[in-house]
């Protein structure tokens, strides 16, 4: 009876044991999750996340290349490209008064008018620029308009103020509000005129003529438009974005800083400052 009893005991002893072993193994045995799970590097989901674009996120970024501004395009192969400056409009800083002929200077002192004396009677507004925009940056050129009519920077000297459009056939932005400047043409005092640039149409080259005329023409724009000669990449240089304007006085300084991707109302705007 002892020799069963003793024998009872050492088979529990080894089962209690075995017990044990499988608890042990089971205890350190990873679970199914994390045997399946694949290394996960955060940094790298984040940037993931922040690469994909939904449709409703791109879109706005499309359109506003498509229907706001459009990057200047680079010019043929023919003819040196305009380099490519800063993207925003920013406020440049006052350059020195251009030297210029006798004038009226207001008491103030900040305020002096520019160009030639209009004429008595006649649809005439008094142009107001202030001093610290007359800069020394004088426009000298020559070139050829869209039907061929060679003209230099004597275009200004007939206005008080002259607004030159720069635009392109291939930005949608400058298409839709070829309108609003054909109807500012009407609105101009005599004192006043506008030009555009065609920045995609190049002096000696056909390319875009025709594109370039049909759009002015559904407008209804019949203003004066330039293109772009050897003598005026020094400012084509500084326009990378289209639709974007300028002013010039009488004698073809340069009025303020360019208005670098400015839309029409931006324009109106400005020009609204300089008539009293």
């Known amino acids: 009876m002892e020799k069963v009893m003793k024998k009872a005991a050492e088979v529990v002893v080894i089962a209690l044991a075995t017990l044990g072993v499988l608890f042990l193994v089971l205890l350190f045995l990873p679970d199914d999750e ?10 790298e989901t984040v940037a993931a996340a922040e690469a994909q674009e939904t449709p409703e996120t791109a879109k706005p970024q499309e359109e506003e290349t498509a229907a706001g501004t459009a990057p200047a395009e680079a010019a043929p192969a023919e003819a040196p490209a305009p380099e490519p400056v800063s993207e ?41 620029i202030p001093a610290s925009e007359i800069t020394d940056r004088t426009l000298r050129f020559g070139t050829t308009t869209l039907d061929e009519q060679k003209v230099t920077q004597e ?44 920045g995609d149409v190049y002096d000696g080259i056909e ?38 304007a300028f002013f010039a006085d009488g004698d073809g300084h340069i009025i303020g800083e360019i208005m670098n991707g400015a839309k029409y109302p931006q324009v109106r705007k400005r020009l609204d400052g300089y008539l009293q």
Do not use: H
């Open 207 to 244: 390319t875009n003529v025709d594109q370039a005329n049909e759009i002015l023409k559904d407008a209804g724009a019949e203003y004066r438009n330039l293109r772009v000669s050897d003598d005026l990449y020094d400012i084509m240089r500084e326009i990378q974005y289209l639709p974007s």
């Open 34 to 43: 994390e045997e399946s799970g694949e290394p996960v590097n955060a940094q």
């Open 88 to 128: 925003e409009i920013s406020e440049a800083e006052p350059a020195p008064e251009a030297p210029s002929g006798p004038e009226t200077t207001p008491p103030s002192g900040e305020q002096t008018m520019t160009g030639p004396v209009p004429a008595e009677g006649g649809n005439t507004r008094e142009v107001v």
């Open 155 to 198: 275009i200004f000297s007939d206005y008080d103020l002259t607004v030159v459009y720069v635009w392109g056939t291939y930005c949608p932005s400058c298409i839709r509000e070829m309108g609003d400047y054909a109807q500012l043409t009407g609105e101009l005092p005599d004192n006043v005129n506008l030009v555009g640039i065609v």
